[in-house]
């Protein structure tokens, strides 16, 4: 056996010791995922309100985002500004950048101040969204530096049918957006699996049966959200 004694001086002590701190109070990071009107929003809800029951610091977000560029991609998801599925696919992955570097309130800030983020999609959205219209390895690419910043600890896949995502969007809203058709849901929900299957080596990923009640989904989420922990 080999023992290793060191001194460790005052000053470096306190910085280990500042580290050791930083690394425990960073909150962690868990992307939701799935088609239109799987359940994902419901299932943010729900997550944050367990983990601030436990007295955890909470911080939900989305993408596209609400600030300048997720604002322009609203314009053209709801049909009044036109676009090039290139540009779009460029535009969600600038707000993606934004989204985590900005420093009023970025991902990474949050995290940083010991907040968990629950983020209702990332990059794995637009693997599945745009790679219906151009080829996967680009989209991945121009997410590359996204990934290198920031991979989820979880991505959570709530897997539902097109059919039944579409009959419960047109159930609870009078509007549909540009994506929300049968034809091109059927396309994202292929590409959701392709896309898992080739990160299967460097991310996580949780699939969950969408058909479940509302409750059951939750309950499934909390048990990983623990083990995680
Ligand atoms: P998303 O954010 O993925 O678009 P929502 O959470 O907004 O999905 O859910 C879409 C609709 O489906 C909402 O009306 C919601 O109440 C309903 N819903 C969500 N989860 C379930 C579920 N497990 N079973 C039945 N209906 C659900
Ligand atoms: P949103 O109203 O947020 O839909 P939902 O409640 O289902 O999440 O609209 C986001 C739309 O943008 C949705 O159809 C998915 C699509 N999208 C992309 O095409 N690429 C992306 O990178 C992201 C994050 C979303």
Known sequence: MVVLFCTLNDRDFKKIAYYCEQMIQTGKFIAFEGIDGSGKSSQVALLKSRLQALGQKVYCTFEPTDNKIGSLIRTIIQGETK???????????????????????????????????????????SYAYHSVHMDMDWVSEINQKSAEILRPDLTIFIDVKPAQALQRIQQN?????????????????????????RMK?????????????????????????????
Do not use: P
Request: aromatic share 10%; net charge negative.
């Open 83 to 125: 676009a090039d599925n290139r540009t779009i696919a460029a535009l969600f992955a600038a707000d993606r950048l934004h989204h985590l570097l900005n420093e009023e309130d970025g991902i990474i800030k949050k995290l940083n101040e010991g907040y968990h983020v629950l983020c209702d999609r990332y990059y794995f959205s």
């Open 173 to 197: 809203r009078s509007a549909t957006d540009l994506y929300e058709t049968m034809d091109m849901l059927s396309g994202v929900y292929d590409n959701y699996k392709v896309a898992f299957e």
């Open 201 to 229: 080596e460097v991310e996580k990923v949780l699939r969950i049966n969408g058909d479940d009640s509302m409750d059951a989904i939750g309950a499934q989420i909390w048990q990983a959200i623990g083990n995680m922990m």
